[in-house]
Protein backbone atom coordinates (compact mmCIF):
# COMPACT_ATOMS: atom_id res chain seq x y z
CA UNK A 1 0.00 0.00 0.00
CA UNK A 2 1.31 3.49 -1.22
CA UNK A 3 1.63 5.96 1.56
CA UNK A 4 1.57 9.87 1.11
CA UNK A 5 1.84 12.74 3.12
CA UNK A 6 -0.89 15.34 3.49
CA UNK A 7 0.59 17.85 1.44
CA UNK A 8 1.19 15.12 -1.27
CA UNK A 9 -2.53 14.11 -1.23
CA UNK A 10 -3.42 17.91 -1.04
CA UNK A 11 -1.70 19.21 -4.25
CA UNK A 12 -2.61 15.97 -5.94
CA UNK A 13 -5.79 15.60 -4.69
CA UNK A 14 -7.50 14.67 -8.05
CA UNK A 15 -5.07 12.05 -9.41
CA UNK A 16 -4.40 10.30 -5.99
CA UNK A 17 -8.87 9.80 -6.04
CA UNK A 18 -8.44 8.79 -9.76
CA UNK A 19 -5.48 6.20 -8.40
CA UNK A 20 -7.21 4.74 -5.85
CA UNK A 21 -10.25 4.41 -7.97
CA UNK A 22 -8.24 2.86 -10.99
CA UNK A 23 -5.92 0.38 -9.15
CA UNK A 24 -8.41 -0.86 -6.52
CA UNK A 25 -5.38 -0.14 -4.06
CA UNK A 26 -5.50 2.16 -1.20
CA UNK A 27 -3.60 5.22 -0.23
CA UNK A 28 -2.22 5.86 3.10
CA UNK A 29 -2.27 9.54 3.79
CA UNK A 30 0.46 10.46 6.52
CA UNK A 31 -0.20 13.76 8.67
CA UNK A 32 2.19 15.65 10.95
CA UNK A 33 1.15 14.71 14.59
CA UNK A 34 -1.92 13.34 13.52
CA UNK A 35 -2.62 9.66 13.57
CA UNK A 36 -2.56 8.96 9.58
CA UNK A 37 -5.80 8.09 7.34
CA UNK A 38 -6.51 5.67 4.07
CA UNK A 39 -8.11 6.73 0.67
CA UNK A 40 -9.98 4.24 -0.99
CA UNK A 41 -12.58 4.34 -3.85
CA UNK A 42 -16.36 3.54 -2.56
CA UNK A 43 -16.33 0.59 -4.72
CA UNK A 44 -13.55 -1.10 -2.83
CA UNK A 45 -14.99 -0.09 0.40
CA UNK A 46 -18.85 -1.39 -0.24
CA UNK A 47 -16.93 -4.73 -1.32
CA UNK A 48 -15.36 -4.68 2.30
CA UNK A 49 -18.22 -3.96 3.65
CA UNK A 50 -20.21 -6.75 2.15
CA UNK A 51 -17.62 -8.80 3.04
CA UNK A 52 -17.59 -8.41 6.70
CA UNK A 53 -21.56 -8.50 6.94
CA UNK A 54 -21.26 -12.18 5.40
CA UNK A 55 -18.58 -13.18 6.88
CA UNK A 56 -19.99 -11.95 10.72
CA UNK A 57 -22.56 -14.88 10.66
CA UNK A 58 -19.98 -18.01 12.05
CA UNK A 59 -22.42 -20.11 9.86
CA UNK A 60 -22.35 -18.13 6.91
CA UNK A 61 -18.53 -18.08 7.13
CA UNK A 62 -18.22 -21.50 7.35
CA UNK A 63 -20.68 -22.74 4.01
CA UNK A 64 -18.85 -19.65 2.22
CA UNK A 65 -15.32 -21.21 2.95
CA UNK A 66 -16.58 -24.80 2.62
CA UNK A 67 -17.85 -23.70 -1.08
CA UNK A 68 -13.63 -21.72 -1.66
CA UNK A 69 -12.73 -25.08 -0.90
CA UNK A 70 -14.94 -27.10 -3.59
CA UNK A 71 -14.30 -24.61 -6.25
CA UNK A 72 -10.12 -25.10 -5.22
CA UNK A 73 -10.82 -29.08 -5.46
CA UNK A 74 -13.00 -28.65 -8.76
CA UNK A 75 -15.42 -30.25 -6.48
CA UNK A 76 -18.67 -29.27 -8.07
CA UNK A 77 -21.09 -29.47 -11.18
CA UNK A 78 -21.29 -27.14 -14.33
CA UNK A 79 -24.97 -26.69 -14.49
CA UNK A 80 -26.64 -24.44 -17.62
CA UNK A 81 -28.98 -21.88 -17.07
CA UNK A 82 -31.94 -21.92 -17.54
CA UNK A 83 -33.55 -19.41 -20.00
CA UNK A 84 -37.27 -18.74 -20.03
Known amino acids: MDAITYTQ???????????VCDDHAPVIITRQSERPVVMMSLEDYSAIEETMYLLKSPANAQRLYQALEKLKGKDYQKQELIEE
Open 9 to 19: ARKNFSSVMNQ
